[in-house]
């Protein structure tokens, strides 16, 4: 009986989600693949040569302060499966989407993830934002095997949590030491750090002060302060003014593109000429909209630059342009544009939609993405590298100095 409820709840869910994007014309011409898709009463995969849909499932937040994150990946997803459909499919079959507002929320984030591995036709779910979001979320999928894949969750036991477990975006380890890296390739000598009081701000700034440990007898520069704010904070004075008074002329932010806006411009007010240098997840064209002048001069380790001439970048953020509106792409669509795509490889490679045969494809695979190639270690972390960027004239501008992998910069420091 609760198994039909389950199914019962799942397909209410489902046609919700459809019903909520009712008004967008790419449903019409075989731009977007969504599905009604039932949960089958057998369970298990569709017999060789039928006629039924692949199912995937997105679930992000599609509403709320981080509705743009969630709107990208969102897009992302819906192209991928619309190409690889225009294509025939895979392996003789359509691809569909059941799509989730999540509103980045654990608790909702949970309920939806029940809904999901609920219906036995969903093969691999793509998304979540947040890594706390994303962890409570895992625990589901991996208890059930299904295959999430995620391109922003960054805390370090994200993971670990189980073999079904995947992400294409660096660690919160590689990012925040990345962040040290550039300082100290900058020329800092008083670094500051402002975290955002989450479990994620936490987990960066432990990252990036365990970093610090292991180089600090072998620079030239001090950690002078950290700082910390809330979800939400307007009015960073009190912070700027503790980074002046301790002589800083490097700020690490350790915060989305949201909370280094309006610091900038805070911060740009008091010290013109102070660095500042922020993660991957504020490396979007929405902090220069937000951060106008303010944004000049930060800099950050990051992935695809949408302006890059290399024809793999273009082609995507061209055909990305054109389904989202004119939107400009980001890396971590990108990055989730690849997830569907690997998923897809996976399934082709092993001649079958099983969750558990898509899962051991991506451990064996090398993919040559738009942001590089990449592979999966032992627990579903993505084997890649970064690039250093800084904002110049309005855009990202890649730097002519190069990140090096941790170890490798580590030795350098000798």
Request: charged share 25%.
């Amino acid at each position: 009986m609760k198994r039909w409820i389950a199914l019962l709840l799942a397909v209410v869910l489902t046609m919700s989600a459809l019903a909520g994007c009712g008004g967008d014309d790419k449903k019409d011409d075989g731009g977007k693949a969504e599905t009604q898709a039932a949960a089958k009463e057998d369970g298990g995969e569709p017999a060789e040569g039928s006629d039924d849909p692949i199912v995937f499932a997105y679930s992000g937040p599609l509403t709320g302060d981080n509705a743009e994150y969630g709107l990208l990946f969102k897009n992302a997803v819906e192209l991928a499966v619309k190409q690889q459909n225009e294509k025939g499919g895979v392996l003789g079959r359509q691809i569909e989407v059941i799509e989730f507002d999540d509103k980045n929320s654990a608790e909702e984030a949970g309920s939806i993830a029940e809904q999901i591995v609920g219906n036995d036709d969903v093969v691999a779910v793509f998304g979540h934002f947040a890594s706390g979001v994303a962890m409570t979320a895992a625990q589901i999928y991996q208890e059930t095997g299904v295959v999430l894949m995620s391109a922003s969750a960054s805390h370090v036991d994200y993971s670990s949590i189980g073999d079904y477990i995947f992400r294409n975006n660096v660690t919160q380890k590689m990012e925040a030491t990345n962040c040290l890296q550039i300082a100290i390739g900058s020329g800092a000598k008083k670094i500051g750090v402002l975290k955002l009081k989450t479990d994620w701000g936490e987990s960066a700034s432990t990252c990036f002060l365990e970093g610090w440990e292991k180089i600090k007898d072998k620079v030239d520069c001090e950690l002078v302060a950290q700082e910390e704010f809330v979800d939400g904070t307007t009015d960073y004075s009190s912070n700027i003014t503790k980074f002046e008074e301790a002589g800083c002329d490097c700020i690490v932010v350790l915060g989305m593109y949201g909370s280094l806006g309006p610091f900038a411009k805070q911060y740009r007010q008091i010290n013109k000429d102070g660095m500042l240098i922020s993660v991957g997840s504020s490396y979007t064209t929405e902090l220069i909209n937000l951060a106008g002048e303010a944004a000049e001069g930060i800099q950050f380790p990051g992935g695809m630059n949408a302006d890059s001439t290399d024809p793999k970048v273009k082609a995507y953020v061209d055909a990305y342009k054109e389904y989202a509106d004119g939107k400009v792409p980001e890396n971590m669509s990108a990055q989730t544009y690849e997830n569907v795509q690997m998923v897809i490889q996976a399934i082709e490679n092993a001649g079958s939609a099983d969750r558990e045969a898509i899962k051991d494809e991506l451990y064996n695979m090398t993919f040559e993405g738009i942001t590089g190639t990449l592979s999966y270690d032992e627990i579903g972390d993505a084997v890649k590298t970064q690039v250093w960027y800084v904002v110049k004239d309005g855009k990202f501008v890649e730097s002519d100095k190069k990140l090096q992998l941790w170890d490798d910069f580590e030795a350098s420091l000798q």
